[in-house]
């Protein structure tokens, strides 16, 4: 195909086909897009009706479909022919930087994408001059443009979190750290002095935390595989401005949205990742900015509210707490019984609360709830964070934070025995806590195989619940019914097999509830306990196999 007139008109015809709802129309214009993708100068078309068409739709459906096909072809296969010329290569490499920095944000972002993915297959060898380009771009003082650098960086570079170590993995990080440490850095202090120049301008602070936002994660990459040298030198400079972020509260960045989180929220959860991971890892090192961070954390938690907005916020503040309390160099600053009383009563308990959002979310968003509560896909909400710092505390203060809770979840099960029909979420925190502080070990096939010995398990289970789940009613209380029978999932190598036996015929019961978790959590339980191979199981699913087969035959037939 030339790049000429009459292809980009072409090009612009088939697009807008491409957008048509009538499937007559728009499913031969995608296959002609697919026919002449493998031709010479495709792309290139592509990027030029990106900057030259006058409608916003054709840039966006262009860019959309550019990004697309790179996803498609990029990569080259041994053994299998190129689908994308030589040449073309080396046009969109020296053209879609500049391309991207000077297109809308939404045109951005799908660019951005493109050369990440582009990236990943010829950075740095094929593309040595990429970090310089964008570097460069850091001196135009055009934050549209320099977030623009900084979103592909971060979709570049994000990468080092989950790549094996290896010798070609830190070249490139060298070779990244060398281009684009430094003007890093002079980019962050400089961005930090503009937010105090336009602390009353609220659309220049917007654009300022959006870059603040995307610096704090390309920390996060750039140091997650090691501490590089050069962060270490200037930790001082990071490690300041970070924690003035922190405690930072600008009215004018506050949203009344309260379930989208907004930009300080978004800067304020990052940087707790980045000083969890610098507690973590790091710890020699960080242990002079350490305690400035644990109570600036610890205020920011007793500070925040409850909406969902600050879920993120909330999570890894308390995971920051979880990945400190679980390390010996920094036990002795959670030794006090005050503090530890003070850490349960006032960050674990109300982050383990059953919210509105939460209930909503059982109700009307089943697959997601059952998602992240059963499939552990729950790993930046509350009470999974509040579930790993019980855990973190357990590790060396395991009797206290038990003598603690015990009169948290007995205070709770009293409150429920009061009105059980207004209280129920007390009792749904009560299992929850029970569940966080006895669970030492896991496997996905075995459940919990090493619990907290100083809670009773079989006692809670007899006395709290295996009475919900008798209930008459399968449809009352379905929240706490889901709880219970998690509870044998979790718990089913702890529970003795008599009990097991009683809690088979309820589970198939509970098949029938109208709650779709109740009754995917009875059957995934079901099929929990049947697979499990042991001595206990072993003779549990011998018993109760014609009793299952049976309960089956009859709830199939109804």
């Not at 909406?307 to 390390?327: G, P, W």
Request: hydrophobic share 40%; proline share 4%; with cysteine.
């Amino acid at each position: 195909m030339e790049l000429s007139d009459a292809n980009l008109q072409t090009l612009t015809e088939y697009l807008k086909k491409t957008l048509d709802p009538d499937p007559a129309i728009r499913r031969p214009a995608e296959k002609f897009l697919e026919s002449v993708e493998g031709s010479q100068n495709y792309p290139l078309l592509l990027l030029t009706l990106l900057e030259k068409s006058q409608e916003n739709v054709i840039k966006v459906c262009a860019s959309v479909t550019f990004k697309n096909y790179i996803k498609r072809n990029w990569r080259i296969v041994e053994d299998e022919p190129n689908k994308i010329c030589e040449s073309d290569r080396i046009a969109i490499k020296a053209n879609i930087v500049p391309l991207m920095l000077s297109s809308p944000e939404q045109i951005q972002k799908q660019l951005s994408d493109a050369i990440s993915i582009i990236g990943r297959e010829d950075f740095p060898q094929k593309w040595p001059d990429l970090l310089t380009e964008m570097v460069n771009r850091f001196q135009s003082g055009d934050f549209h443009v320099i977030n623009g650098v900084l979103r592909t960086a971060h979709s570049l570079f994000k990468r080092y979190r989950h790549e094996f170590k290896s010798n070609e993995l830190w070249t490139e990080i060298k070779l990244v750290l060398d281009a684009f440490a430094l003007p890093l850095t002079n980019l962050f202090k400089a961005t930090i002095e503009l937010c105090s120049t336009h602390a009353n301008d609220a659309s220049a602070l917007k654009v300022l935390f959006s870059s603040l936002v995307l610096i704090a994660k390309l920390f996060y990459s750039l140091n997650f595989q090691d501490l590089p040298e050069f962060f270490e030198d200037n930790m001082e400079t990071w490690m300041t401005n970070f924690h003035t972020l922190l405690t930072l509260d600008n009215k004018l960045l506050q949203t009344d949205d309260e379930e989208e989180a907004g930009l300080l929220e978004l800067l304020k959860s990052q940087i707790c990742d980045n000083a969890a991971l610098y507690a973590q890892k790091y710890d020699e090192e960080f242990q002079p900015y350490l305690p400035r961070f644990v109570t600036a954390i610890w205020n920011l938690l007793v500070t925040t509210g409850q909406e969902v907005k600050y879920d993120l916020l909330v999570s890894n503040a308390i995971q920051f707490l979880a990945s400190v309390c679980e390390r010996p160099h920094y036990k002795h600053l959670f030794e006090d019984q005050n503090t530890l009383t003070s850490i349960c009563e006032k960050v674990i308990v109300p982050n383990m609360e059953f919210r509105a959002a939460d209930e909503e979310a059982f109700e009307d968003n089943s697959e997601e709830y059952i998602r992240r509560d059963l499939e552990g896909s729950d790993i930046d909400t509350r009470r999974r964070a509040a579930c790993d710092l019980v855990r973190g505390l357990c590790k060396f203060f395991e009797g206290p934070v038990t003598g603690i809770f015990s009169g948290y979840v007995n205070s709770m099960l009293q409150e429920y025995a009061k009105n059980p029909s207004v209280n129920w979420k007390h009792k749904d925190a009560a299992i929850y806590l029970v569940t966080s502080l006895a669970s030492k070990a896991q496997t996905q096939k075995h459940g919990i195989t090493k619990a907290n010995e100083l809670v009773n398990l079989t006692e809670f289970f007899v006395n709290h619940i295996l009475p919900d789940l008798k209930s008459p009613s399968v449809n009352e209380f379905p929240v706490l019914k889901a709880d219970g029978i998690k509870y044998i999932m979790i718990f089913r190598s702890q529970v003795p097999k008599e009990q097991l036996l009683l809690s088979i015929p309820l589970l198939i019961n509970h098949l029938q509830a109208e709650s779709i978790v109740v009754h995917t959590y009875a059957a995934h339980a079901l099929e929990r306990l049947f697979t499990v191979r042991g001595t206990n199981n072993t003779i549990l699913i011998q018993a109760n196999l014609t009793l299952t087969i049976t309960c089956l035959n009859q709830y199939a037939c109804q």
